[in-house]
């Protein structure tokens, strides 16, 4: 089969790895300052003990240089796609071009240009053998005729030879390139998966996956996906002689990765959270009718109450849940029925809901595009990192499918006043994952679709975020 080119596909190609390569050189360069300072913080005795010492080195050896190796692919896609770009240039104007159909067109037209030579020639000799005035007139006439159109089919020959050569540039200057970047950005997603089954302990310490070392951060392993699908922690369901330490341990692990502790089916977010949360706030006697099944929560009524101790000795883990208007567990509220249910980005769906009697003055991280947004905080953040990570922003944010949905551009704080008789809804941050830690300590505002208050809000001014 031969070589195939078309501009659309080309241009679509080259557009789609160019959002993509934004997108992850922006979250690896944050990645990256965040890291640093967080080191920085270690190494200045902002972030002290042996947790933090040791979690340094997960950074120092592991995390950070998986991120340079990531920029590292990154660059080299860029400038693998910078070459191919350059060379679709002289080829793009010829739309589509397929080189099987070009050489056929060239056969059927050179079959047509030798006959239109033969019959030149034999209407010269019949002209030469016959010389009979008018005819013989006519007969010339008729062989210039066909050998003009033998010469405008070179030229239409010519012209597809110049396609099929340009095809063939093309080719020979397109077809190495992104082989070796991409091996690149394979070591570095490995090594990404290798983070994300790495056990790190309460003391800063971590544990590599079973069967797997640091040479998976240099060398491409073959049989990485088989052992690190190996390595993966079994699911434990609930059984009915474990204690209440391990039905709070399997129920956590199993919501976590959205499975029914004691079927082992698949739940949706919003049952995994009610799970978690008996867990985490030790209601679990409380809540185990409508939450963990009839079973447990009586039988763990029971063991208590054989204990000495009565069921209402047991106060939640956060017992300030309900000091909230609401709440994720038994009422989340009116955010709950809002597209895309912010209330869940609030921690524990926890916040309070306010009309705002007078101006108050509030404060966005974003780029220089866009200052209006729907989340604020009462007091400017003091770096990219700030935001990061404690608000919870994320640089890109993917749906429960695995789509992207968009990205978290930082490099800016706003100074908004917010007018009188607007509905704020003010809570602590949810954690997000990784470094997107947020948390009981920070406060964040969500204002639903400031963007359409016109005059009413005003942009008091901006300055720059590192």
Same mark, same amino acid.
């Given at each position: 089969?031969?070589?195939?080119?078309?501009?659309?596909?080309?241009?679509?190609?080259?557009?789609?790895?160019?959002?993509?390569?934004?997108?992850?050189?922006?979250?690896?360069?944050?990645?990256?300052?965040?890291?640093?300072?967080?080191?920085?913080?270690?190494?200045?005795?902002?972030?002290?003990?042996?947790?933090?010492?040791?979690?340094?080195?997960?950074?120092?050896?592991?995390?950070?240089?998986?991120?340079?190796?990531?920029?590292?692919?990154?660059?080299?896609?860029?400038?693998?796609?910078?070459?191919?770009?350059?060379?679709?240039? %002289? !080829?793009?104007?010829?739309?589509?071009?397929?080189? $099987?159909?070009? *050489? =056929?067109?060239?056969? #059927?037209? +050179?079959? /047509?240009?030798?006959?239109?030579?033969?019959?030149?020639?034999?209407?010269?000799?019949?002209?030469?053998?016959?010389?009979?005035?008018?005819?013989?007139?006519?007969?010339?006439?008729?062989?210039?005729? %066909? !050998?003009?159109?033998?010469?405008?089919?070179?030229? $239409?020959?010519? *012209? =597809?030879?110049?396609? #099929?050569? +340009?095809? /063939?540039?093309?080719?020979?200057?397109?077809?190495?390139?992104?082989?070796?970047?991409?091996?690149?950005?394979?070591?570095?997603?490995?090594?990404?998966?290798?983070?994300?089954?790495?056990?790190?302990?309460?003391?800063?310490?971590?544990?590599?996956?079973?069967?797997?070392?640091?040479?998976?951060?240099?060398? #491409?392993? +073959?049989?990485?996906?088989?052992?690190?699908?190996?390595?993966?922690?079994?699911?434990?369901?609930?059984?009915?002689?474990?204690?209440?330490?391990?039905?709070?341990?399997?129920?956590?692990?199993?919501?976590?990765?959205?499975?029914?502790?004691?079927?082992?089916?698949?739940?949706?977010?919003?049952?995994?959270?009610?799970?978690?949360?008996?867990?985490?706030?030790?209601?679990?006697?409380?809540?185990?009718?409508?939450?963990?099944?009839?079973?447990?929560?009586?039988?763990?009524?029971?063991?208590?109450?054989?204990?000495?101790?009565?069921?209402?000795?047991?106060?939640?883990?956060?017992?300030?849940?309900?000091?909230?208007?609401?709440?994720?567990?038994?009422?989340?509220?009116?955010?709950?029925?809002?597209?895309?249910?912010?209330?869940?980005?609030?921690?524990?769906?926890?916040?309070?809901?306010?009309?705002?009697?007078?101006?108050?003055?509030?404060?966005?991280?974003?780029?220089?595009?866009?200052?209006?947004?729907?989340?604020?905080?009462?007091?400017?953040?003091?770096?990219?990192?700030?935001?990061?990570?404690?608000?919870?922003?994320?640089?890109?944010?993917?749906?429960?499918?695995?789509?992207?949905?968009?990205?978290?551009?930082?490099?800016?704080?706003?100074?908004?006043?917010?007018?009188?008789?607007?509905?704020?809804?003010?809570?602590?941050?949810?954690?997000?994952?990784?470094?997107?830690?947020?948390?009981?300590?920070?406060?964040?505002?969500?204002?639903?679709?400031?963007?359409?208050?016109?005059?009413?809000?005003?942009?008091?001014?901006?300055?720059?975020?590192?």
């Amino acid at each position: 089969m031969g070589l195939i080119y078309s501009s659309s596909d080309s241009s679509a190609m080259m557009r789609a790895l160019s959002s993509n390569l934004a997108v992850a050189r922006t979250t690896t360069s944050e990645l990256t300052a965040g890291c640093q300072q967080l080191i920085a913080a270690i190494d200045g005795h902002t972030l002290f003990g042996a947790a933090y010492n040791a979690g340094k080195g997960l950074f120092s050896e592991l995390v950070i240089p998986t991120i340079h190796r990531m920029t590292a692919a990154v660059d080299n896609v860029q400038s693998d796609l910078a070459k191919y770009s350059a060379a679709d240039a %002289f !080829i793009a104007s010829e739309g589509f071009l397929d080189e $099987d159909k070009l *050489k =056929l067109k060239i056969k #059927i037209m +050179k079959a /047509n240009q030798q006959l239109l030579h033969d019959s030149a020639r034999a209407v010269a000799t019949l002209a030469h053998s016959q010389p009979i005035p008018g005819i013989y007139e006519l007969l010339q006439n008729a062989q210039r005729t %066909f !050998i003009k159109m033998a010469e405008s089919m070179q030229q $239409d020959i010519d *012209k =597809l030879h110049k396609q #099929i050569r +340009k095809l /063939n540039e093309f080719d020979r200057q397109t077809k190495n390139l992104f082989a070796t970047s991409l091996e690149e950005m394979q070591l570095a997603m490995q090594g990404i998966l290798v983070l994300n089954e790495t056990t790190v302990k309460s003391n800063g310490l971590y544990t590599l996956p079973s069967g797997v070392d640091k040479s998976y951060f240099t060398e #491409i392993k +073959k049989e990485a996906s088989t052992v690190l699908e190996t390595a993966k922690p079994k699911i434990e369901l609930i059984n009915k002689t474990d204690s209440l330490e391990e039905i709070s341990r399997k129920t956590i692990a199993c919501a976590n990765i959205g499975i029914n502790p004691y079927t082992g089916k698949k739940i949706s977010q919003k049952e995994a959270n009610k799970f978690k949360y008996a867990a985490w706030a030790g209601t679990l006697t409380e809540v185990g009718n409508v939450v963990l099944g009839s079973y447990y929560g009586n039988k763990t009524a029971s063991r208590l109450k054989n204990s000495g101790q009565g069921k209402k000795s047991i106060k939640p883990k956060y017992d300030d849940i309900y000091t909230y208007q609401y709440n994720g567990y038994d009422n989340p509220g009116p955010l709950n029925d809002i597209k895309g249910q912010p209330n869940r980005n609030f921690y524990g769906g926890r916040y309070d809901m306010e009309v705002l009697k007078e101006p108050k003055i509030l404060y966005r991280a974003g780029d220089g595009k866009n200052p209006l947004g729907q989340w604020f905080t009462e007091s400017p953040p003091n770096s990219v990192a700030n935001v990061r990570i404690d608000t919870a922003v994320k640089p890109q944010w993917i749906d429960r499918n695995g789509s992207f949905t968009g990205a978290s551009n930082i490099d800016r704080v706003y100074k908004i006043e917010i007018p009188a008789g607007t509905t704020i809804y003010s809570g602590p941050v949810g954690n997000q994952g990784s470094i997107y830690q947020g948390g009981m300590n920070t406060n964040q505002i969500f204002i639903k679709r400031p963007w359409e208050f016109g005059d009413k809000i005003t942009i008091l001014g901006s300055s720059p975020l590192k």
